[in-house]
């Protein structure tokens, strides 16, 4: 019995490495579930890039759906979404606000010139705080958040044009049934 220890040992962690392929192959691991999905968004007050002593704050933005792109200077991924930003996300027709995060306000602002400007508004979280409210794991992700300021929809990970129009489409049409 003895020698048999090893081998079934052996046996187990190949079971066990073999569960883990299967998972990873079954499951999507850029899809990370936001427990703030049907849930208000975080309260905040946020200085306006490049602009000193204005604020933006959860309030002003009540009464019509918009999007919120967590977006940094220092985000590689950032520059591959920003055509889209540009693009299609504009062609939706609701605002898109910058939320830009852990982020130097002069190297975004640089950037932003760099790149082009997609945003109606950009707030400045330079410290993350707000970002954990969030539940923000990185840059870039994208929220769209309803008229009455609930948090409908998150993507982590770049827009693509197959995310626009397979997931952000289908939820932009459910908000549409919802508020009619």
């Excluded at 959860?58 to 977006?71: D, I, Q, R």
């Excluded at 055509?83 to 939320?99: A, K, Y």
């Excluded at 002069?106 to 950009?122: K, M, R, S, V, Y």
């Amino acid at each position: 019995m003895s020698r048999l220890l090893p081998l079934i040992g052996f046996l187990v962690l190949v079971a066990l490495f073999g569960f883990g392929i299967w998972w990873n192959t079954q499951h999507d691991q850029r899809e990370i579930v936001s427990p703030l999905i049907d849930k208000p968004a975080p309260a905040f007050v946020l200085p306006v890039l490049g602009e000193p002593g204005r604020s933006v704050d959860k309030a002003s933005l009540l009464g019509k759906p918009y999007f919120v792109n967590v977006f940094a200077s220092w985000c590689i991924e950032c520059v591959h979404e920003h055509p889209q930003l540009l693009g299609s996300m504009r062609q939706l027709g609701l605002p898109l606000i910058g939320f830009n995060y852990k982020d130097d306000p002069a190297e975004a602002t640089a950037w932003l010139a760099q790149h082009g400007n997609p945003f109606d508004t950009i707030v400045a979280d330079r410290d993350g705080r707000a970002g954990i409210d969030f539940g923000v794991y990185g840059a870039p992700e994208t929220f769209l958040i309803d008229g009455r300021g609930v948090i409908r929809y998150k993507h982590v990970g770049p827009i693509t044009p197959e995310v626009i129009e397979g997931e952000i489409r289908p939820a932009l049409a459910a908000l549409a049934r919802e508020r009619s």
